[in-house]
């Protein structure tokens, strides 16, 4: 399957939120919605889903238009909430069964969630006895009932400890290893650097980046060079002294040392071989891969 | 329509399993069951359930019991002082003048002391007078008694003459072609206040598991899983027939009641349950509290739907408040001028002939006219009023926070696609 967001423009009011953003998204690669508070990842899922209606533009799943209720979807908001008040199983084949599964498969799969989760003891319990950790496990088994086909998980890992959090990432990459189409938006960059194939950028309305991680930071750390010292205390002095001798080198100090911008100039050999000439006490010379957080704050940060 | 009748059964459920509603229902029943049963429960104490029989002697009958601690002022005559040993017993007290008798009062050896004159003219003294204190009216009772019998004594009559003189009437008869106001008057009414009970409380209960659904945030995900159609008129038949089971289950046990016990009730009661619950009366009744009952479950729907908070429901839903407080108060308005034009007006606007409609019915005859256009357009504000809350359901499902004008509501409402 391949999930295309073409043109779509939403105003509330008079302000518009999204500007004609465009991406897509294929079966069987998680792909992260990544984006600072604000910039519109909630909206446009939330217009994917239809629970607002764009101004323009269109989603299409293999060429035809989207119908997000006539669809086998896992949808977890933003804001999520169930009936505080009312049974676990019951409520959640409920849920099962208005996304059209029959009343046994409706339980069979509500059940089966809840003991992945190890919550069975608490089947018959409302809600609203559980811990707040837990319940969050509840919302997000309510997404997977009834064997989604597509997956839009909107900030799923928010308000997960580690231990679940990582029961959480292996459920994803099951249903990314059985093809299914999964979306999601998160502020945790180390998730979805572990999760997803691909990600898309979205800032301040507009798509900055979208497609394959690994090429993404290839791409950004294309023509870079990590370098960092034994002694940090001479990575300042070390970078003014390559720029002098490499003129067009650019040298960033970062936490780990110096990332060494080439503009495109094939100096790999030659700066390692000006580095042995002046005995610096090197640990670690090499190619550049960004980290995702590092590819967020470069793209969005400043700009905001 | 699969996806109506799951969301219908998952909220009938809710409904029906709610541990208050099932306390109040089981307390409704008891006191119906115990109001059903209550004049038999009143022989069961009284005794043989018999009337107490009227004795000719009527001074006899209070002074064997009748007239208890009580105590009198000796009368100067004997023949009166006679009269008196025989109405309040021998061992009542006797005083020789009015200081002494209240003494005895405010000492408590007595609670009413009698003064009573040779021409048996009286007064009854107490120290404290209890509400429901009647042996001051059964002495003047005995003694009119007399007073009569010596009246008619000195007319040369006997009272069995009396009685065959008072016992002379023109037979007659009344026919009702239409409806009998004084036989269909009580019964209208606590019909009405039957539904009145029932808009409140289901139509709050309706509006509180909306908006509660939207503080809690599970509105978005049932948004996405299926139409907001089916979510409210899912809801709304829900409670509706919550309404029917749980309210009808009272009326179920009410019939069962007076079936039971309707050998033990008076013919005027009998008379007015049987003779005003016509067929055509219960079917006005039926149709016009139904679907009245319904409109207002959507107007609470929509309402509730409109708060983003639990807190702020009560405010919300004001409005249909007042609006139905002013229906019930037209409604009662016209239970005593069931053919003024306010009334008429009344019995045909939706809001109002829920209860109006009813009343008027029960109490007047209804043209047919007014009645199929009361028909016509409650079926109308029905239809009109579920597809508004639907569309304010799910302008509802999108707007949190700030608070919106209704009309403002409205107007977005139907101006929203889908």
Not at chain 2, 90 to 119: H, M, T
Not at chain 2, 216 to 223: A, F, G, K, Q
Not at chain 2, 285 to 313: H, N, P, Q, R
Not at chain 2, 355 to 363: E, H, Q, W
Request: charged content about 20%.
């Amino acid at each position: 399957m391949k999930l295309e967001v073409q043109n779509i423009t939403k105003s509330f009011g008079d302000k518009e939120i999204l500007h004609g953003i465009s991406f897509e998204v294929n079966s069987g690669r998680a792909m992260g919605f990544l984006g600072r508070n604000g910039a519109g990842k909630s909206t446009t899922i939330r217009c994917l889903m239809d629970v607002f209606h764009q101004d323009s533009g269109r989603f299409l799943l293999d060429g035809a238009v989207f119908k997000p209720r006539k669809m086998r979807i896992g949808y977890l908001p933003e804001e999520r909430g169930m009936y505080q008040k009312n049974d676990i199983l019951p409520q959640l084949a409920y849920f099962a069964m208005l996304r059209g599964a029959s009343k046994k498969d409706a339980y069979q799969s509500a059940s089966d969630w809840i003991d992945y989760f190890e919550l069975g003891d608490y089947k018959n319990k409302k809600l609203e006895t559980l811990s707040k950790g837990n319940q969050q496990k509840i919302q997000i088994a309510q997404a997977f009932l009834n064997e989604p086909d597509i997956l839009i998980l909107d900030e799923p890992f928010s308000g997960l400890d580690p231990v679940n959090a990582q029961v959480f990432k292996d459920t994803i990459a099951g249903f990314v290893k059985q093809g299914k189409l999964v979306i999601f938006s998160s502020h945790q960059m180390s998730y979805v650097e572990e999760v997803c194939d691909d990600v898309t950028l979205i800032h301040q309305g507009d798509i900055v980046l979208t497609g394959d991680l690994d090429q993404i930071k290839r791409e950004e750390g294309r023509d870079k060079l990590l370098l960092s010292l034994s002694d940090p205390r001479q990575t300042a002095a070390l970078g003014d002294q390559l720029t002098q001798a490499f003129p067009g080198l650019h040298s960033t100090p970062v936490e780990d040392g110096l990332i060494l911008d080439t503009q495109g100039q094939d100096l790999q050999g030659a700066i390692m071989g000006w580095l042995a000439g002046q005995a610096v006490p090197l640990r670690q010379f090499g190619l550049y891969e960004p980290s995702l957080t590092d590819i967020f704050i470069d793209k969005v940060g400043e700009k905001a | 329509m699969k996806d109506f009748l799951t969301v219908f059964k998952f909220e009938l459920k809710t409904q029906l399993l709610k541990r208050s509603g099932i306390v109040t229902m089981v307390i409704m029943m008891v006191i119906v069951a115990a109001l059903t049963s209550l004049p038999r429960i009143i022989n069961l104490f009284s005794g043989s359930g018999e009337p107490a029989a009227v004795t000719e002697d009527m001074a006899i009958n209070a002074g064997s019991g009748g007239i208890e601690k009580a105590g009198y002022l000796a009368p100067s005559d004997e023949q009166t002082q006679a009269l008196l040993v025989q109405i309040l017993g021998a061992q009542a007290p006797q005083y020789p003048d009015r200081e002494s008798l209240e003494k005895a009062l405010a000492d408590k050896d007595i609670e009413v002391g009698f003064i009573v004159n040779p021409d048996l003219s009286y007064e009854a003294v107490y120290q404290d007078r209890a509400m429901m204190e009647d042996r001051d009216t059964t002495l003047g009772t005995v003694l009119t008694g007399i007073k009569k019998e010596q009246a008619l004594i000195s007319h040369g009559l006997t009272s069995t003459d009396y009685a065959a003189i008072e016992g002379t009437k023109a037979e007659g008869r009344t026919t009702v072609l239409g409806q009998n106001s004084l036989n269909s008057y009580w019964i209208t009414f606590i019909l009405m206040i039957l539904v009145y009970f029932i808009v409140l409380m289901y139509g709050s209960s309706v509006s509180s598991i909306i908006a509660r659904e939207k503080d809690s945030r599970t509105m978005e995900i049932l948004i996405t899983s299926t139409r907001p159609g089916y979510l409210i008129i899912g809801k709304v038949a829900a409670a509706g027939l919550a309404a029917l089971i749980q309210f009808g289950s009272i009326i179920l046990v009410a019939v069962i009641g007076f079936q039971l016990n309707k050998t033990t009730y008076p013919p005027e009661l009998l008379m007015m349950v049987q003779g005003s619950l016509t067929p055509a009366y219960v079917w006005s009744y039926i149709f016009f509290s139904f679907f009245g009952f319904i409109l207002y479950l959507f107007l609470y729907a929509a309402l509730g739907s409109t708060v983003s908070k639990m807190e702020d429901l009560a405010s919300a839903t004001g409005l249909i408040q007042f609006l139905f407080v002013a229906a019930y108060m037209l409604a009662t308005m016209a239970a005593q001028m069931p053919e003024s034009t306010v009334a008429v007006v009344g019995s045909i606007i939706p809001f109002t002939s829920i209860m109006v409609m009813p009343i008027r019915f029960g109490l007047v005859t209804v043209s047919i006219s007014q009645l199929v256009l009361a028909a016509v357009l409650m079926l109308a504000f029905v239809a009109f009023f579920a597809y508004l809350s639907i569309k304010i359901y799910r302008w509802g499902s999108l707007n949190y926070g700030n608070k919106t004008k209704l009309s403002r509501i409205v107007k977005e409402a139907l101006r929203r696609e889908g």
